[in-house]
């Protein structure tokens, strides 16, 4: 049995957590899975499942392997796709990460028509604020906002991501309305704290084309955009957000735009690939639907 077969496999008996349902699902005798996945740890020199009279799990070295081992059998099936026909359909699994409120407000309600385009695709979306390491957690993409560190990862740039200020008509009733920069040491604002650093971002604004800030008072310290935009609409303080994800708001009236000519720097959304090249065609196509998405409902 040669070695994509073997990750097959084993890709196989963890996914089903079950040796005979695996078995039964690639239509081969329990004994020659066992066989296999025993042949594979000894090529391995671990051990790769716990295995149990009710479960089989993945062992820490098991659940590294299977990251590698499904990128591994999806390009070795997309090159064979390649020369069977040459408009075959992209095919194999996709890991992806991004922001929170995109992954969810924008990202995931799109999903199913990229999936029925595409039916050889499975995506595995990871949804964090935080900061991720593509090549430690083996994903395929990531997309992030703000400037970015000198990673060497391979950089798509999207677009400019608008920041407005907002606050709630609650907290304007009781602090007025802030007409220019002079009056925000009589305003507080939510404190927003980088979830990755912990560092209290400052209010900024562009003056002069260069970018401008200040420390605010603030009451609240969040680290995460649903907990910000709450407490936004809860009346604690002014925020600096990107226009599409208080677009709602902003139409309902649960929000209001203030001091419109002093907003901050927009932020640049950028998608990140691994130190490789050219990208799987799975990857390409998602890329290519994702930025598209973004610039239609984001960056517009």
Sequence with gaps: MDRIDLLRIFIRVVESGSFTRAADTLGLPRSSVSLAIRDLEARMGTRLLHRTTRKVSATQEGLAL??????????FEETENL?????????????VDMPGRIGRL????????????YPQIDIDMGVTDRAV?????????????????????????????????????AYLAS????????????????????????????????????????????????????????CCLAGLGLIQIPAYDV?????AGELVEVMPGHRAAPMPMTL???????LPRRLEVFSDWLADLLRRNVLA
């Excluded at 924008?106 to 385009?117: D, G, M, N, S, W």
């Excluded at 677009?247 to 139409?251: E, V």
């Excluded at 990140?272 to 050219?278: S, V």
Aim: charged share 20%; glycine share 8%.
């Design 133 to 169: 390491d593509l090549v430690e957690n083996s994903i395929d993409c990531v997309l992030r906002v703000g400037p970015l560190g000198d990673s060497g990862l391979i950089a798509r740039f999207i677009g400019n991501l608008a920041l407005i200020n907002v606050a709630s008509p």
């Design 106 to 117: 924008i990202v995931a309600p799109a999903l199913p028509e990229f999936l029925a385009r």
């Design 83 to 95: 020369f069977r026909q040459t408009k075959a359909s992209p095919a194999g699994k996709l890991r």
């Design 66 to 75: 299977l990251a590698r081992s499904q990128r591994l059998v999806s390009d």
């Design 175 to 230: 602090h007025g309305t802030p007409q220019g920069l002079d009056e925000l040491d009589s305003h507080l604002a939510v404190a927003y704290a980088s979830p990755s650093t912990g560092r209290v971002e400052p209010w900024e604004w562009i003056e002069r084309g260069e970018t401008m800030s200040r420390a605010m008072r603030s009451r609240v310290v969040v680290n995460s955009a649903e907990a910000y935009i709450a």
């Design 247 to 251: 677009r709602a708001h902003l139409g």
């Design 272 to 278: 990140l690939f691994p130190h490789r090249q050219p």
